[in-house]
């Protein structure tokens, strides 16, 4: 790296009494005997390649926003007003993500689920209707990590893999197989735990708790998705030839 010459040639600090490659950070580092913050840095720019994966707090926040809307003008001014605030917020969502060059088909399908949202809503009539489309997804995703169980393909892998680069074999590659079968444990564990919980507030008539709920798996199974992504891609990453050159010395 650039910054680390001026710790390999101590005589370097003698020939540059201004100090002008050197921070007054790295200059206290110095001073103090600290290490460079290497393994730091490395675990930010993980965390920022994560939060990228799946559209940064603004994105999420994005997402979010028109439930949000939509339940909060319902408990404040009724039914009618959390179709214009869903609306209104719905289109300013759309807009935003247009504008952050985020896949089209992306942005108008935030905006079809919500028009779908609440014209289920508006033929139920109450506003807890307004989470029986989205209900369906968890239940969908959990029938899917069943049946990928039982075929022998764990469901993260056949999502992942090739997004991150992995081999087409990866089943008989045992480290990314069994990074899929985890992953793929916990994502059925969170549809499960998910569909439960919608289940059981939709019966108690909590559109605010079933938003919580919503907005959270939301943003829950990106984090994982993204992570899965990451942990792949450094696994596949791996040379799988490596334990092969030792052979010959063996025999």
Do not use: K
Not at 42 to 61: K, M, Q, S, Y
Not at 172 to 197: C, D, E, K, Q, W
Not at 217 to 242: E, K, M, N, Q, S
């Amino acid at each position: 790296m650039t910054y680390l010459p001026t710790t390999a040639q101590p005589g370097l600090a003698h020939a540059d009494p201004g100090g002008a490659r050197s921070s007054p950070s790295a200059t206290a580092r110095s001073v103090l005997g600290l290490p460079e913050p290497v393994v730091q840095s490395a675990a930010r720019a993980a965390t920022r390649r994560t939060l990228e994966r799946v559209g940064g707090p603004l994105g999420l926040a994005t997402a979010a926003a028109p439930t949000i809307a939509f339940v909060a003008a319902d408990a404040v001014a009724g039914l009618g007003p959390a179709f214009v605030a869903l609306g209104v917020t719905a289109v300013t969502a759309c807009a935003v993500r247009l504008a952050r060059r985020e896949s089209p088909g992306s942005a108008l399908a935030g905006l079809l689920v919500a028009a779908v949202c609440a014209t289920v809503a508006a033929v139920a009539g109450e506003a807890r209707a307004f989470f029986l489309p989205t209900m369906v997804l968890p239940a969908v995703f959990v029938v899917a990590y069943v049946i990928s169980f039982v075929a022998g393909r764990p469901l993260a892998g056949v999502m992942v893999n090739r997004l991150s680069g992995g081999p087409r074999d990866w089943r008989r590659h045992p480290a990314l197989r069994r990074a899929y079968v985890v992953s793929s444990l916990v994502g059925l564990a969170m549809a499960a735990a998910n569909l439960v919980l919608r289940v059981v507030f939709y019966v108690a008539d909590e559109p605010a708790v079933l938003a919580a709920i919503q907005v959270g798996a939301t943003t829950l199974f990106a984090l994982h998705f993204a992570v899965t992504l990451v942990v792949a891609r450094r696994l596949a990453a791996r040379p799988r030839t490596a334990p092969a050159l030792s052979t010959p010395t063996t025999r």
